[in-house]
């Protein structure tokens, strides 16, 4: 769920707006791949549109633009290793700090005794082994007491003087690396922000390059060049500033790509499988998660304790090289786009070759004309050109303005929620890996599920569903979380508990030893209420996490569910302006989504309470929306007053 093609411009009358069918049974009809053949009616001189040409002579999603789709669709992948590499290069590192040896007791001479901390280094390789193998991690949640020194991956205590505590391993992340914690801890979240304001800037620069000179693959190109030079770039970043403005221009790259790839894709798939075709692409971007976590792990495995986040980032931006050098050329470029430039015959080129590849012949007695000139030649036949519309009407009318806001604040949730979940497994006090993975898991099936009760229950009815049990399935897990927590303190009052109640964040938690013999507490066994808190926390970490995957699962169905619904709702005079205005809504929950995981630092309960009450406020005022299903789109206005009945 991504960064999407949101700046991108389309003409009020163009036939990929908004990845829906030309015919008026709306957007979900059967994919007719091969074409609809018989008699194309033709004028003069053979003179048809590339829509006609292919519905009738190369197919409409044969070999050749499977092939075309798969290639392009890669791009995908490289947009999910940029977007969700902060997960391993900004996740809270080890640090440690050394306990006396009696907590309430010092030397005869009143000071501390403190021990010696030779052993850090073997225990911290051991600790990182014991990551990769299990699903939670005890040392996260607890204190790991050993010789009287602790190694802890939570954030360290801001009371303590920096003489006190220090970094297991400095280069491990960004957060160690410039000491992001503490009153600093506030800039986590920042340069993960400016990725998603640079792909505001980066949507509207590519889709202007991609419409002018460079055409739509040489957009691309561009693009995975730029992901592969700037996400090097941000590798050998020399201070946090230069980091944020390197990841900004990463995410304009992003953006450009997501633009650039999704027009490619539509503008060689023929009217009825467009639907079907434009929301498959969604079901690359997990796989690209998958791939971050087998890289990340090798990599995690294979550098040992000299692990580096700056690495991580080399290593995620060599597939966009890599793409860029060995798919990008074989991909071809839009015949669409080679005819509004007057390049008729290379247009025909690419339609040859995509029509051979599906086992069909274009004879060349077919000229090809646009939109615009194909009208003039039917203009017995076709009907006058609708007046153009804007954002002023949609929001003059109480209908429409209510539609639009309900959109906005439904892609709001829905990009919210799902950058948080995927970007905020560190502080869950899991398996990072697994985390990253589960999460990659849910989304396809999500997709799926959405589609098919597109078909069953309508539109308005499958996005309340999905936005409302995301809502309750989240504010139950933050609610059920905190409460095993606050009862695991009441029923262990020798431990010290943090007030903050922040599961796997346990940055205040201090172990109190009255309940351990001494040798207990040299070998760093748990005392009964040690281990007692720490069942609790490892329980409220589970709950945390099924409630997430939950809630993720609900949220790329609503996010797949807009995509359709949102394109109904509005007739074509102002389709594309006011699905173009609904998704900043989702632009708008992507730059917030990085603040919201910063709060977990302060409670990891806040960002599921946040999503909770989103997801449902969303689903509420989104019951009062009309059920399109089985309706005509609307050409105008005028004709929505008169087909849609409101419900």
């Known amino acids: 769920m991504k960064v999407k093609f949101q700046e991108t411009k389309f003409s009020a009358d163009d036939p990929l707006l908004p990845i829906v069918q030309e015919d008026k049974s709306g957007p979900v009809a059967a994919c007719n791949r091969d074409g609809y053949g018989g008699v194309l009616l ?104 050993l010789n009287n020194s602790v190694i802890r991956t939570s954030a360290p205590p801001c009371s303590l003087s920096d003489s006190k505590w220090s970094w297991l391993d400095k280069s491990e992340s960004t957060v160690s690396q410039w000491d992001l914690v503490c009153d600093r801890a506030y800039l986590q979240g920042f340069a993960q922000s400016a990725f998603f304001i640079g792909g505001i800037l980066g949507s509207s620069i590519f889709g202007h390059l991609s419409d002018w000179k460079l055409g739509r693959r040489g957009a691309l190109a561009l693009s995975t060049i730029s992901l592969s030079v700037f996400g090097m770039l941000t590798a050998v970043a020399p201070n946090y500033g230069i980091y944020v403005i390197c990841r900004a221009l990463t995410g304009a790259s992003s953006s450009g790509l997501a633009v650039a790839s999704y027009v490619l894709i539509m503008e060689l798939i023929g009217p009825s499988c467009r639907a079907t075709v434009g929301l498959s692409t969604m079901y690359f971007f997990p796989i690209g998660s998958f791939l971050l976590v087998a890289v990340a792990s090798a990599y995690r495995k294979l550098a040992s304790v000299n692990y580096s986040w700056r690495y991580v980032y080399v290593i995620t931006s060599i597939p ?81 303005r209510y539609r639009i806001i309900v959109l906005v604040v439904s892609w709001f949730a829905c990009a919210l929620g799902y950058y948080v979940f995927n970007l905020n497994v560190g502080n869950l006090g899991t398996n990072i890996y697994l985390s990253v993975t589960l999460n990659g898991m849910v989304e396809i099936p999500g997709y799926a599920v959405a589609t098919l009760l597109l078909h069953r229950i309508g539109r308005r009815r499958s996005l309340v569903a999905a936005l409302i049990v995301a809502g309750m399935a989240t504010l139950s897990g933050a609610v059920l979380s905190s409460s095993m927590i606050k009862l695991s303190s009441i029923s262990a009052p020798g431990m010290s508990v943090p007030t903050s109640d922040t599961v796997g964040r346990d940055a205040g938690l201090i172990p109190v030893h009255n309940h351990a013999s001494p040798e207990m507490k040299t070998m760093g066994i748990l005392s009964i209420a040690e281990s007692h808190i720490l069942r609790a926390t490892e329980a409220a970490t589970y709950i945390q996490l099924a409630s997430s995957l939950m809630s993720l699962f609900c949220l790329s169905a609503a996010y797949n569910i807009l995509y359709f619904y949102g394109s109904e709702l509005f007739p074509t005079t102002v389709r594309n302006a006011a699905v173009s205005f609904a998704y900043q809504g989702g632009t708008m929950g992507s730059i917030v989504a990085p603040l919201v995981v910063a709060s977990a630092q302060v409670n990891s309960s806040i960002p599921y309470f946040i999503i909770g009450a989103a997801s449902l406020v969303s689903g509420v005022i989104a019951i009062k929306l009309p059920e399109t299903m089985n309706t005509q789109l609307y050409e105008s206005f005028e004709d929505m007053d008169t087909n849609l009945n409101e419900v």
């Open 42 to 145: 033709q004028a003069e001189k053979h003179q048809v549109t590339i829509d006609e040409v292919l519905n009738h002579h190369v197919g409409n999603f044969g070999r050749g633009q499977i092939l075309h789709f798969l290639f392009i669709s890669l791009s995908s992948i490289l947009q999910a290793l940029h977007i969700l590499v902060p997960v391993f290069a900004e996740k809270s590192p080890d640090w440690n700090y050394i306990l006396n040896i009696n907590s309430n007791a010092t030397s005869s001479h009143g000071h501390s005794q403190v021990l010696s901390t030779a052993i850090l280094p073997d225990y911290a390789e051991s600790l990182k082994e014991f990551d990769d193998q299990f699903m939670f991690r005890p040392p996260t949640a607890i204190s790991n007491v």
């Open 320 to 400: 966009s090289a890599l793409y860029s050098i060995s798919v990008v050329p074989s991909i071809h470029e839009s015949p669409r786009w080679h005819l509004v430039r007057g390049r008729t015959q290379k247009a025909m080129e690419v339609l040859r070759s995509v029509a051979k590849k599906n086992g069909r012949n274009l004879t060349n007695d077919v000229v090809l004309i646009t939109d615009h000139r194909n009208k003039d030649v039917f203009q017995n036949n076709e009907n006058m050109p609708q007046e153009k519309g804007s954002l002023v009407q949609v929001f003059r009318r109480r209908d429409t």
